[in-house]
């Protein structure tokens, strides 16, 4: 079964404050994703990467950057947290054009 | 790029009534669509998917159809129960991509 796991399941930081959200995952998968979900908004992409040093963006990647330096982590970065980013955040994986596999996701409150 | 839009936004149904979700794509090259379901407060999970060679696929209560030539495709739930009631997204790819396209999620809930 595959394993994604969030750092944290939920967090609170200062506007203006950098922000670091971890994605672990086991299953050896090329593609990692971040997505932003609010209620009303579904799923929206934030970045993408398909493989090591690797990143492409999604639809709304203002405000935010990615890292992925080893294959199994990819990394989600508030430069400047402001308070429109409180949010809920996933990150999901997949071996090609299959099925996602989603963590539990990170609630983010910027206050 | 892709667009999928979903229909309705919220489902109410009495337990045991059918529910059917509906969404249409955009892109004819989109050959893979799955539905997920996330249940609240939890991640959003695989429930079936579809790949455009077939036109319908079953598995117990729920089942997905496929019509390429109108674009659009619909999960269909039967004998509902309170443990369906849960946030679903259908989702659309095209092919040789990986990137899905989601909708914006219908919020079904089943009364007992």
């Known amino acids: 079964d595959v394993k994604v796991t969030q750092s944290s399941r939920y967090l609170v930081k200062r506007t203006g404050e950098k922000v670091f959200l971890e994605c672990v995952q086991d299953m050896d998968h090329e593609n990692m994703f971040w997505y932003r979900q609010d209620p009303g908004l579904g799923l929206r992409l934030i970045y993408f990467s398909y493989d090591v040093k690797m990143k492409e963006k999604g639809d709304i990647p203002e405000g935010y950057s990615v890292s992925r330096e080893k294959k199994e982590r990819f990394s989600l970065i508030l430069e400047s947290a402001s308070t429109n980013q409180t949010s809920m955040y996933l990150c999901a994986t997949s071996g090609g054009n299959s099925p996602l596999h989603f963590g539990n996701g990170t609630r983010l409150t910027v206050t | 790029g892709e667009n999928v839009e979903q229909h309705p936004s919220t489902l109410s149904v009495q337990e045991g009534d059918s529910a059917v979700i509906k969404c249409t794509y955009s892109d004819s090259a989109s050959n893979y669509f799955p539905w997920y379901k996330q249940e609240l407060g939890k991640r959003p999970q695989l429930i079936i998917d579809?790949?455009?060679?077939?036109g319908e696929k079953k598995d117990q209560r729920i089942a997905v159809t496929l019509n390429k030539t109108a674009k659009h495709f619909s999960l269909h739930i039967t004998e509902t129960q309170p443990e369906d009631s849960a946030v679903y997204f259908c989702?659309?790819?095209?092919?040789?991509?990986?990137?899905?396209?989601f909708g914006r999620g219908t919020s079904l809930i089943v009364h007992p």
């Open positions: 989702a659309a790819s095209i092919g040789g991509s990986y990137i899905p396209t």
């Open positions: 579809i790949r455009s060679n077939v």
